[in-house]
């Protein structure tokens, strides 16, 4: 992979600039810093190796060299998709999980924003906003999938099973192709991220919806039926005939085996 052939590979796409890094710790870090520094919308930062990639609740996703995607694009978001903030996560599931039927393959989508095969991750999503004093000035979308079979970690590394395109579909996928998949299917559904057939085509994708799942806030944890999600993205739970609204932040979910 270099900066040639991906700026080749992409050039189709309304993307303003590629910054490739063989080796950075996080893809995120590097979009937020020149995202702050001014960067214009479209802005997509690639690296080959990351060594301290987030996820989501201060995770660390670490890929290797030639058997990952590890991205981010910088987002200058309108004031009518500020509303709607906490959908950017979702829009980064929903355009891998597109990018992944394109193959043949049937993802789901682990609320809020993680990508299942097989019920196993193969892809995280890590969505940071970008603040100019009191006001939001951009998004930074960051998108890390297991492609190859080196790119999953042991076992006993893992808090949720793993897996990777390749495994699922059992045959060899081309990073650069998956790579523009995405970010084609990002832009797109980007352009309805306030629409009700945004939410509607996520939804139908969620794994575990209608059943039961445990929810671990910082307070403690609650359990119960996985009934719904509103226009925000926000898990509503039903719990002994009473329903709860779960925002993503510091929260994760899990199944229940009933």
Request: proline letters at 5%; charged letters at 25%.
């Given at each position: 992979?270099?900066?040639?052939?991906?700026?080749?590979?992409?050039?189709?796409?309304?993307?303003?600039?590629?910054?490739?890094?063989?080796?950075?710790?996080?893809t995120?870090?590097?979009a937020?810093?020149?995202?702050?520094?001014?960067?214009?919308?479209g802005?997509?930062?690639?690296?080959?190796k990351?060594?301290?990639?987030?996820?989501r609740?201060?995770?660390?996703w670490?890929?290797?060299?030639?058997?990952?995607?590890?991205?981010s694009?910088?987002?200058?978001?309108?004031?009518?998709?500020i509303?709607k903030?906490?959908?950017?996560?979702?829009?980064g599931?929903l355009a891998?999980?597109?990018?992944l039927?394109d193959?043949?393959l049937?993802?789901?989508?682990?609320?809020?924003?993680?990508?299942?095969l097989s019920r196993?991750?193969v892809?995280?999503?890590l969505?940071?906003?970008v603040?100019?004093?009191?006001?939001i000035?951009?998004?930074?979308?960051?998108?890390g999938?297991?492609?190859?079979?080196?790119?999953?970690?042991?076992s006993?590394?893992?808090?949720?099973?793993?897996?990777?395109?390749e495994s699922?579909?059992?045959?060899?996928?081309?990073?650069?192709?998956?790579?523009?998949?995405?970010?084609?299917?990002l832009?797109?559904?980007?352009?309805q991220?306030?629409t009700?057939?945004?939410?509607?085509?996520?939804?139908?994708?969620?794994?575990?919806?209608?059943e039961?799942?445990?929810?671990?806030?910082?307070d403690?944890e609650?359990?119960?039926?996985?009934?719904?999600?509103?226009?925000?993205?926000?898990?509503?739970?039903?719990?002994?005939?009473?329903?709860?609204?779960?925002?993503a932040?510091d929260?994760?979910?899990?199944?229940l085996?009933?």
């Amino acid at each position: 992979m270099d900066v040639e052939t991906i700026r080749a590979r992409l050039s189709a796409l309304p993307i303003s600039e590629i910054q490739y890094l063989p080796e950075t710790y996080s893809t995120n870090d590097d979009a937020m810093a020149w995202a702050q520094a001014g960067a214009p919308e479209g802005v997509v930062v690639i690296a080959d190796k990351q060594l301290k990639g987030r996820g989501r609740l201060g995770r660390m996703w670490v890929t290797q060299p030639g058997t990952s995607l590890a991205f981010s694009m910088i987002f200058r978001p309108t004031l009518e998709e500020i509303e709607k903030l906490s959908l950017f996560s979702p829009l980064g599931a929903l355009a891998v999980a597109v990018a992944l039927e394109d193959l043949g393959l049937s993802p789901e989508i682990k609320w809020p924003n993680d990508v299942l095969l097989s019920r196993k991750k193969v892809c995280g999503v890590l969505a940071e906003t970008v603040w100019m004093g009191s006001h939001i000035n951009g998004v930074v979308l960051g998108i890390g999938i297991n492609v190859a079979t080196g790119s999953v970690p042991d076992s006993n590394m893992l808090l949720f099973p793993a897996t990777c395109v390749e495994s699922e579909l059992g045959k060899p996928v081309d990073r650069l192709s998956l790579l523009e998949s995405v970010l084609r299917h990002l832009i797109e559904w980007r352009k309805q991220i306030r629409t009700e057939r945004f939410i509607e085509e996520w939804k139908k994708r969620l794994a575990f919806l209608g059943e039961k799942v445990t929810v671990q806030k910082p307070d403690g944890e609650i359990t119960g039926r996985f009934q719904d999600v509103d226009e925000h993205g926000a898990l509503v739970l039903s719990v002994e005939e009473q329903y709860h609204t779960i925002f993503a932040g510091d929260v994760k979910l899990r199944p229940l085996e009933e």
